[in-house]
């Protein structure tokens, strides 16, 4: 529940509704330029708030999840907090866990945190006189405790400063910057073998599973080359733009089920925009990574060796030989991300072709005769 309520948060900022001063749903959820918790006023159950500037100086009776430019928890949350901004700020007391993702944390003099502190952070600084009730865990560049942790300690910075008391153990790694170093021979030849393995493990896969659409995107490619090319531009941008409107969509669409009083929908709808973009991401990462380069190399292979364009193991060895020559290319210095880059979308276009709809995986692509007879 609690990581719905955090990308309700996150996606609010985005959203219409964080132009006005301030929104609110039923106490439960407000957003705007400043969103404002006064010493005099009591938030009875969980509080969800977005805004340039968030600062709780009374008293919320349940979890707070905030976000936004600054958020300052100068009052008293009897529940969890959940903050993710650029700069967080605790004085007042978190009964319950405080979860921090933000650019600079600090917890200052009089905080209490009674349970567990989670932070990440750019730089983080506990004050002396600040009191952690459980464990502290953290990952910062930059990280000063001279506060008192009842619990343990258990992080990573970049640098480390302690001038206050651990109860329990602590287990902090200090990272030091280390020098690049240029990749040697064997590991471009290590990973060039990664990468062709792994085409070729796709394409074999799509070749024996998906034959027809496969094959037909390798005839795209050696019979339209540029209107290939062409489409896989334009798909590329046309995916990216898409995912953009469902973002938009989805915010929108859980903005107005929420002023509608339906907020179990809400929920779901987040959930929902949020799946269906994942899964758009993977297959475009799929056919960008694997299935287009594979698609490339089925088509060079054809050209290179004479197979039966029906046989299994013919196209087989047709792929195996073009994604050589595909990632060979890829490893050329200088311009072999390039030309790498072309290449894909080249095959992202053919694979678009085959599939595009009111078109059947079996009919012709366009190319002549001669090209689409087995063999070739």
């Known amino acids: 529940m609690k990581v719905i309520m955090f990308l309700a948060v996150a996606l609010a900022t985005l959203s219409p509704a964080a132009a006005v001063q301030q929104t609110e749903l039923g106490g439960k959820v407000r957003s705007g330029r400043q969103v404002i918790i006064p010493a005099t006023e009591t938030v009875q159950g969980d509080l969800i708030a977005s805004g340039g500037t968030v600062r709780v100086e009374g008293r919320v009776d349940g979890d707070l999840v905030a976000s936004g430019g600054q958020v300052t928890v100068a009052g008293t949350i009897t529940g969890d907090l959940v903050a993710a901004a650029g700069s967080t700020t605790i004085s007042g007391t978190v009964d319950g866990d405080a979860r921090l993702a933000t650019g600079q944390a600090t917890i200052q003099r009089q905080a209490r945190v009674g349970e567990d502190l989670l932070v990440g952070a750019g730089q983080a600084t506990i004050d002396p006189g600040a009191r952690i009730g459980g464990d502290l865990v953290f990952g910062a560049g930059r990280m000063t405790m001279d506060g008192t942790v009842a619990g343990s300690v258990l992080g990573s910075a970049g640098n480390y400063t ?9 287990q902090v790694n200090v990272g030091q910057p280390q020098e690049r170093q240029e990749p040697t021979l064997a590991d471009r030849l290590l990973d060039g073998l990664r990468r062709y393995v792994s085409v070729l493990v796709v394409g074999g896969l799509l070749l024996w599973l998906l034959p027809r659409l496969i094959r037909g995107a390798a005839d795209a490619v050696r019979g339209r080359p540029l209107v290939s090319f062409g489409v896989g531009v334009l798909g590329l941008v046309g995916v990216v733009v898409a995912l ?45 990574v694997f299935a287009a380069p594979a698609t490339v190399g089925l088509a060079l292979g054809r050209l290179l060796v004479r197979t039966d364009g029906r046989s299994f193991l013919g196209g087989l060895g047709a792929l195996a030989l073009g994604v050589l020559v595909v990632v060979l290319v890829a490893a050329i210095p200088v311009v072999g991300g390039w030309l790498e880059a072309l290449l894909v979308l080249l095959g992202l276009g053919a694979l678009l072709l085959v599939v595009r709809p009111g078109r059947r995986l079996g009919e012709p692509s366009g190319v002549s005769p001669a090209d689409a007879a087995p063999g070739r």
């Open 244 to 288: 953009v409107l469902l973002v938009l969509v989805t915010v929108l669409v859980a903005v107005v089920l929420g002023l509608l009083g339906l907020g179990s929908l809400t929920g779901v709808t987040l959930f929902g925009g949020i799946l269906v973009a994942a899964v758009v991401v993977f297959l475009l990462v799929l056919a960008l």
């Open 162 to 170: 302690k001038g206050g008391s651990v109860a329990g153990t602590e």
